[in-house]
């Protein structure tokens, strides 16, 4: 065992004699008024794909007062959703300064009745979990067969195994760990608060593009965290140079400054382009909103486009789209192998001419 090991064993079975609570059989949650949901781990697109969890316990609990822990890299993605009332952002970094340890700490201290952490083992979210003062503390004793080490902080501890229906959308997986507990939903569906100073920002960019009311338009994030899942650039130039060829269109970018290489490589090739850049999530949804298509790579930006009701293809590689692709009458995904570059430019074309068309007609 390496001196790594070692200590995290030793760290382990200190935090065990120091958090450890009684494991409760009964699945009887009683009428928990302040929830507590941890959710510090998750990157952005995760977050935004986990509101049916949200939901759900408000379905459940309508008078109850949910808190969400998140990161700075990924709370903007459920800023102002409606199901979380209050959000808390853990920042790692600030551990070591006093101010920050006591905000934290009277947080954590806080009268919860009820603290759940999701899909995740995650140490961070477990000893999160351990120090606050919650009546009954929710979370996986095991991850797909990973055991939690962990798992002694919680009252409940639940088995979670994606594998045994792996092509479960994440957005069904993730109520796994309050089903037990009578805590469902209907509606799976991930959810963005959009106001109308958000409608009206959307609005006056489309005008300043000039878009004629003959024409459609056309939004594409082409970026991606995960360099595996984007798309080649060359291939998303030969689709948007094949669809001007075929209908009369506006399109524009939603980059931000992650995709600056991206872009520049749009504008050497395409000249001048749209870009709605760096805007708020809220923003970005009412953009996509207003728009005839919306084509993606899957990343987070893939996730936003999910909460509007624009007809969208999403672009697949390695990852399962079963899991991750936006669920809804209006969404589409196109994969063919691990490799994302084997799906066609013909593929994606041939897909948007459809709801294209689609739209036509229904106008019609």
């Known amino acids: 065992m390496s001196l790594k090991d070692n200590f995290r064993k030793v760290v382990i079975n200190l935090l065990e004699k120091l958090l450890a609570v009684p494991e409760y059989f009964d699945r009887s949650l009683g009428c928990p008024k302040n929830i507590l949901i941890v959710c510090q781990h998750n990157q952005f697109g995760d977050l935004l794909a986990s509101v049916s969890l949200f939901r759900a316990i408000k379905e459940t609990y309508p008078d109850s007062h949910t808190t969400l822990i998140a990161s700075p890299k990924n709370y903007y993605a459920v800023d102002k959703n409606k199901y979380i009332d209050e959000i808390f952002i853990f920042k790692n970094n600030k551990l070591l300064l006093p101010n920050y340890i006591y905000r934290l700490q009277k947080f954590l201290r806080r009268d919860w009745d009820l603290a759940i952490v999701p899909a995740t ?35 409940h501890r639940l088995k979670l195994d994606w594998r045994k229906c792996p092509d479960a959308h994440i957005s069904d997986f993730i109520l796994d760990i309050v089903r037990p507990f009578g805590i469902r939903t209907k509606n799976y569906s991930s959810q963005i608060s959009v106001g109308p100073d958000d409608i009206k920002f959307a609005q006056d960019f489309i005008r300043e593009i000039g878009k004629q009311p003959d024409e459609i338009l056309v939004g594409l994030h082409i970026g991606a965290g995960k360099p595996q899942n984007r798309y080649p650039l060359v291939k998303y130039v030969e689709l948007i140079n094949e669809l001007k060829q075929n209908y009369k269109m ?48 899957d990343t987070g930006v893939m996730h936003v486009a999910g909460t509007t ?7 697949f590689g ?39 068309e689609k739209q036509k007609n229904e106008k019609a």
């Open 121 to 155: 083992v995650s140490l961070t979210s477990c000893i999160l979990t351990g120090l606050t003062k919650a009546k009954i503390k929710i979370g996986p004793k095991e991850l797909n067969g990973d055991k939690n080490n962990s798992a002694f902080v919680f009252n």
């Open 250 to 297: 506006k399109y524009y970018f939603t980059c931000g400054r992650a995709d600056t290489d991206e872009l520049n490589f749009m504008k050497q090739q395409l000249g001048n382009v749209n870009n709605f850049w760096n805007k708020t999530i809220p923003q970005l949804a009412a953009m996509i909103s207003l728009s005839d298509l919306f084509i993606t790579n």
């Open 309 to 315: 009701a624009t007809p969208q293809i999403s672009i």
């Open 318 to 356: 390695p990852t399962n789209p079963f899991n991750w692709a936006p669920v809804g009458p209006t969404k589409y995904f196109l994969r063919k192998s691990e490799l994302i570059s084997d799906v066609s430019v013909d593929d994606i074309f041939d897909l948007s001419n459809y709801l294209i």
